[in-house]
């Protein structure tokens, strides 16, 4: 090796060392930073149902003090309790419906921001017919729901829609609740209902004549295209307020839940079990067929904006007060997260 190649290797040596201690130094500067970071106290709201089974794992890991910043939870069987807390500032994070965050963004004049989708589609067809295997087969059929006026009914109209169904096509009779739609499935095995993960598996396990036959949540993405919308079911919002003072700790909040989801996808034993613990499903072998259909997610960014607006949307050509009057503005969503 010549003279003038030793001098050039051992000056790309030196470049080499000193990028590398460079980057230490940023490494050691960025950890204590990270470290000097004061634990927040975060408040965090949700639904007794699909919404929250995505933060159980971090329920779980708050709980055995193994996070930086201290949680405290709160679940409410309806929405309106959550939207209120939250309107009041008793809550900085809440789990709640899509349309729920966007009827909340409108009250409080865009004091909140959607930080990620949580919950995509949970809604099927079940029936023990065998004569439904595409929604074309709905056609002269009565289905039976939960929520008039509401996103179960918005988001079944407009499938049915799609497919060529006009409103004189079928019947949609509405039952109260959940359990009710489940047994009226039970006394008739020709009847056709709509329901909501985890009373589709809870209704399976107790009549083996029921089956799943449609996937609402497929059908939707069917009529949208690949470019289209998703099904929507949950978003995780927080107070504008409190992501201004505290974005590391949305952030840090945003990397658990993400933890979170990945584990109840891969582990839905452990999550079953959590989810009974929990009080949002009775029976562990419910929750464990239910937790892979339920379609548990942490959607964020332009991804989840995309999806989020076009459902939205959705919803508001059905019944504007859905969405609060009109689809929210650019700030309602916090895609920087």
Request: aromatic share 6%; glycine share 10%; charged share 20%.
């Amino acid at each position: 090796m010549s003279w003038k190649q030793k001098q050039k290797e051992q000056k790309h040596k030196k470049r080499k060392l000193a990028a590398m201690a460079l980057c230490l130094a940023v490494a050691s500067v960025l950890a204590a930073g990270c470290g000097k970071r004061e634990a927040v106290d975060v408040r965090v709201g949700s639904l007794k149902g699909p919404t929250t089974l995505g933060i159980l794992f971090l329920m779980d890991k708050a709980e055995n003090g193994g996070l930086k910043d201290s949680y405290s939870f709160q679940m409410a069987a309806g929405a309106d309790e959550i939207l209120a807390l939250m309107a009041q500032g008793d809550l900085d994070i809440a789990l709640v419906p899509a349309n729920a965050a966007a009827v909340l963004y409108q009250k409080t004049q865009g004091g909140v921001s959607v930080v990620d989708i949580n919950t995509l589609g949970v809604l099927y067809i079940v029936t023990g017919s065998g004569e439904i295997g595409s929604v074309a087969d709905l056609k002269g059929k009565t289905i039976y729901l939960t929520g008039m006026g509401t996103t179960p009914e918005a988001s079944l109209r407009y499938v049915l829609r799609e497919n060529g169904l006009e409103e004189g096509d079928y019947t949609l009779e509405f039952k109260s609740e959940a359990t009710e739609v489940a047994s009226v499935l039970a006394a008739d095995s020709s009847a056709v209902g709509l329901l909501p993960q985890p009373f589709v598996t809870a209704a399976l396990l107790q009549n083996q004549d029921l089956k799943i036959a449609l996937d609402l949540n497929e059908e939707w993405n069917k009529v949208q295209g690949p470019d289209g919308s998703g099904m929507v079911t949950g978003v995780t919002v927080v107070r504008r307020a409190f992501l201004e003072e505290h974005p590391e700790a949305v952030q840090a909040f945003l990397e658990e839940h993400r933890a979170s989801v990945e584990e109840i996808n891969r582990d839905p034993d452990t999550g079953a079990a959590l989810a009974v613990e929990a009080e949002i499903v009775a029976k562990e072998p419910i929750a464990k067929q239910a937790i892979p259909q339920c379609n548990i997610v942490c959607i964020t960014g332009e991804e989840m904006k995309e999806a989020l607006s076009g459902y939205l949307q959705v919803l508001a050509d059905f019944e504007p007060s859905m969405v609060g009057g009109q689809v929210p503005g650019e700030d309602f969503y916090a895609q920087g997260q």
